[in-house]
């Protein structure tokens, strides 16, 4: 069932469609989704169907190959899996993505997706995230969430006014690329998406993974490392690991392992280039300030001049913009394989904040620029749908109770 909620529309921005589904959250899943499970995970799913151990490689190669290769959504899609055991595999299981219960697409062609995740095993409720899709022409980056709100509270941050829940599995994180490239049309065989912004060069429309969402990552650490596992394989999904991005506060402890462990690439927000300043704005480092988290990126093991670490930094009026702290910024970075990404600042409802002046934010840039790194200003991209950087927060925190009422009796109207 899809709808066009002009309600919630208008609440995003003018001129963003909103798609939305009604929810069903007084089922219980009886059966466990195999979408966004890693080949252990798999395997286990197979022996408690009674595959035999001898068997189980072959059929989680198989397994792999149709969930995360092709992409298709039944059991019975897998051709060259006996019947038998087709059926089986669906009696127990199915291949369900979290759902997605609104949909918004900007002016720009910048996607958000409301996506309610199933209930836990142990009972837990549905809980809702948010994840974008930012279409360039010859690129495609998916911005996934890894847990449902956050904990770390910045004081620009829109995600950050939204309490932790919990951290999301590596399986759920998964299910989001999943859900992303199902409605895009990104799976071989399927229609591929058409509209404004999205990409024309190249064969997939999902070419880069952010981890830029709701959430630390590095609080969702063991989550995160699996899913990067699941995501960069090369026969399913295959996004490689300089395809990735992991952007942190500063969870200074996680940097290293990350980098020796996993291997993406790294992000900062760092956003400050004072300790007094960046507690106020990313108040993580109280905890982590400033010189032990430079020392962590300066012996990030996966960092190099040909993969830099990125920097980002959010231009706020007249409290982090000026001269002297571009001067700063380029002194603090010295030694560290670096670009610097500057972020104009994206309002939301109930913000002190401001935008910096766009003069001001050049001149900072230049600054920067003659320093010897590479300084983008990075385009607002979805600002119309609260879809920008620090814009995320669950759609159904946002909503007032009246929009909600309005959506369920347009979802019951078209039954």
Request: with cysteine; net charge neutral.
């Amino acid at each position: 069932m899809n709808l066009i909620d002009t309600t919630a529309a208008t609440a995003a921005g003018a001129g963003a469609a909103v798609e939305a589904h009604r929810p069903d959250t007084t089922r219980t899943p009886v059966r466990r989704s195999l979408a966004g499970l890693d080949r252990a995970g798999l395997a286990e799913a197979l022996a408690a169907i009674g595959v035999p151990e001898r068997e189980r490689r072959m059929r989680v190669a198989q397994l792999w190959h149709w969930i995360y290769l092709r992409g298709v959504a039944s059991f019975d899609a897998m051709t060259n899996v006996g019947k038998g055991l087709r059926e089986k595999l669906a009696g127990a299981f199915t291949l369900d993505r979290p759902e997605v219960v609104v949909e918004q697409v900007s002016n720009d062609g910048t996607r958000k997706w409301l996506l309610r995740l199933p209930p836990d095993i142990a009972g837990d409720k549905p809980h809702d995230v948010e994840m974008v899709y930012i279409p360039e022409s010859d690129r495609g980056t998916l911005c996934v969430s890894s847990q449902v709100g956050c904990t770390l509270n910045c004081s620009f941050c829109h995600t950050g006014t939204q309490r932790l829940v919990r951290n999301l599995s590596a399986a759920e994180i998964v299910a989001q690329v999943m859900v992303a490239r199902d409605r895009l049309g990104d799976y071989p065989g399927m229609e591929r998406a058409v509209g404004p912004g999205l990409p024309t060069e190249g064969d997939r429309l999902v070419t880069n993974i952010v981890f830029m969402g709701m959430g630390e990552p590095l609080y969702a650490y063991d989550s995160v490392a699996k899913a990067i596992e699941v995501l960069a394989d090369g026969e399913g999904l295959g996004i490689g690991k300089r395809r990735i991005t992991v952007s942190t506060s500063g969870v200074v402890p996680e940097i290293e392992k990350l980098g020796r462990e996993v291997g993406p690439m790294l992000a900062i927000s760092l956003h400050a280039v004072r300790d007094d300043l960046r507690d106020v704005l990313v108040p993580i480092n109280k905890k982590y300030p400033l010189r032990e988290l430079l020392d962590a990126c300066r012996n990030y093991p996966a960092a190099s001049n040909a993969k830099r670490i990125t920097f980002e930094y959010v231009m706020l009026k007249g409290v982090n913009d000026s001269p002297a702290d571009a001067k700063a910024l380029v002194k603090l970075l010295a030694g560290i394989p670096a670009k610097i990404n500057l972020i104009p600042f994206n309002p939301w409802p109930g913000t002190k904040y401001e935008c910096s002046d766009w003069e001001t934010i050049e001149q900072f840039s230049d600054i920067v620029f003659r320093a010897g790194y590479s300084s983008p200003v990075r385009t607002p991209r979805g600002r119309d749908i609260l879809a920008a950087c620090g814009q995320l927060k669950s759609e159904t925190e946002k909503l007032s109770a009246r929009e909600r009422l309005a959506l369920r009796a347009m979802a019951a109207s078209a039954e």
